[in-house]
């Protein structure tokens, strides 16, 4: 087992940058997709970060100090898992024996999904974004609101297509996605040591697509560094589902673990998990990506039961 240890950066431009991360964070916290203009969990931008923390990220473009998991790398048949110090976020909710997070981490694994289906569940997601998308380079689908981007917008899917839905997924798309949604459960559940069956599924849980066209509004600029226990006070556990690979299907988009002494990075591979405490001690972004097209699903996670959400169903 790895150990990542973090130190604190000293000197007043840290710490402006951790104040405008944190506060564009809280600003974004609230239900995702209200009105369907709301926030886009992980996709969208912290629109108050500023010039500082621009420059500190591009900064660090050319300062990844690790390749945690390569593209090319099988983990299996145990996830690869790197601890790292909790954050004090937790402390500001209430806790949940057995499930809020005692240890603090990242874990990657290649076991929990096959290749196979996880280009079913691309299709899915291609043919569900087919149907509408953003002008930039972000699109979302929610299968368990129904959110899906429509140029500069959003509209419930559901609604907007009516019976053209049951042209596109099958019960058998919803049931690979359930499956696959309680295997990532189990697998965080096993690594991080918690009961599942004190996990709730929450959202915001969708489908990704990012290409290298420019952003039209703020919902494109996903590459903005934030904390997802700041932005959505109900995450507990993050997880990143891959439906495309890393250097063939795209260049650029991946993964960064933004640490003070360092970046550390994922390579997305087709099929791969990718789990993380959901505290600043994951402070982390996306890169731009710069050709071709990146699939995937975020999952998350909850121990409070008040924020839990169900597995979607055909209407």
Same mark, same amino acid.
């Given at each position: 087992?790895? =150990?990542?240890?973090?130190?604190?950066?000293?000197?007043?431009?840290?710490?402006?940058?951790? +104040?405008?991360?944190?506060?564009?964070?809280?600003?974004?916290?609230?239900?995702?997709?209200?009105? %369907?203009?709301?926030?886009?969990?992980?996709?969208?931008?912290?629109?108050?970060?500023?010039?500082?923390?621009? $420059? %500190?990220?591009?900064?660090?473009?050319?300062?990844?100090?690790?390749?945690?998991?390569? @593209?090319?790398?099988?983990?299996?048949?145990?996830?690869?898992?790197?601890?790292?110090?909790?954050?004090?976020?937790? !402390?500001? %909710? +209430?806790?949940?024996?057995?499930?809020?997070?005692?240890?603090?981490?990242?874990?990657?694994?290649?076991?929990?999904?096959?290749?196979?289906? #996880? @280009?079913?569940?691309?299709?899915?997601?291609?043919?569900? $974004?087919?149907?509408?998308?953003?002008?930039?380079?972000?699109?979302?689908?929610?299968?368990?609101?129904? #959110?899906?981007?429509?140029?500069?917008?959003?509209?419930?899917?559901?609604?907007?297509?009516?019976?053209?839905?049951?042209?596109?997924?099958? @019960?058998?798309?919803?049931?690979?996605?359930? &499956?696959?949604?309680?295997?990532?459960?189990?697998?965080?559940?096993?690594?991080?040591?918690?009961?599942?069956?004190?996990?709730?599924?929450? +959202?915001?849980?969708?489908?990704?697509?990012?290409?290298?066209?420019?952003? +039209?509004? @703020?919902? &494109?600029?996903?590459?903005?560094?934030?904390?997802?226990?700041?932005?959505?006070?109900?995450?507990?556990?993050?997880?990143?589902? %891959?439906?495309? !690979?890393?250097?063939?299907?795209?260049?650029?988009?991946?993964?960064?673990?933004?640490? =003070?002494?360092?970046?550390?990075?994922?390579?997305?591979?087709?099929?791969?998990?990718?789990?993380?405490?959901?505290?600043?001690?994951? $402070?982390?972004?996306?890169?731009?990506?710069?050709?071709?097209?990146?699939?995937?699903?975020?999952?998350?996670?909850?121990? !409070?039961?008040?924020? #839990?959400?169900? !597995?979607?169903?055909?209407?």
């Amino acid at each position: 087992m790895a =150990q990542v240890r973090i130190r604190k950066t000293k000197g007043s431009n840290a710490t402006e940058i951790e +104040k405008k991360i944190k506060r564009g964070n809280a600003l974004r916290q609230g239900s995702p997709w209200r009105g %369907y203009r709301g926030v886009m969990a992980l996709l969208i931008a912290l629109t108050v970060c500023g010039v500082a923390v621009w $420059l %500190y990220v591009t900064s660090l473009d050319s300062d990844i100090t690790e390749t945690l998991v390569s @593209q090319a790398e099988l983990v299996s048949p145990h996830p690869r898992f790197y601890t790292v110090q909790c954050s004090e976020d937790y !402390d500001n %909710y +209430k806790r949940y024996p057995g499930c809020t997070p005692q240890i603090c981490g990242r874990a990657v694994t290649d076991r929990v999904v096959t290749r196979e289906e #996880a @280009q079913v569940l691309r299709r899915l997601a291609e043919r569900g $974004l087919a149907l509408a998308g953003s002008e930039g380079g972000a699109s979302i689908l929610d299968l368990h609101s129904g #959110a899906l981007s429509m140029g500069k917008q959003f509209v419930n899917v559901y609604r907007y297509f009516g019976d053209e839905i049951q042209n596109l997924f099958t @019960q058998e798309d919803f049931q690979l996605y359930r &499956d696959v949604r309680e295997r990532i459960q189990a697998v965080i559940a096993e690594t991080f040591g918690l009961d599942p069956t004190l996990m709730y599924l929450t +959202k915001p849980t969708f489908f990704s697509r990012i290409n290298s066209t420019a952003p +039209k509004t @703020q919902h &494109d600029e996903y590459w903005h560094p934030h904390i997802d226990k700041v932005t959505y006070g109900s995450f507990d556990y993050t997880s990143l589902l %891959y439906l495309s !690979d890393y250097g063939s299907d795209f260049i650029g988009g991946r993964f960064v673990f933004m640490d =003070q002494n360092g970046n550390r990075t994922v390579e997305p591979r087709a099929g791969r998990v990718s789990f993380f405490s959901s505290g600043s001690e994951n $402070l982390h972004r996306v890169e731009k990506v710069t050709w071709g097209t990146r699939y995937a699903i975020t999952v998350s996670f909850t121990c !409070d039961p008040a924020h #839990a959400i169900s !597995d979607p169903t055909m209407p």
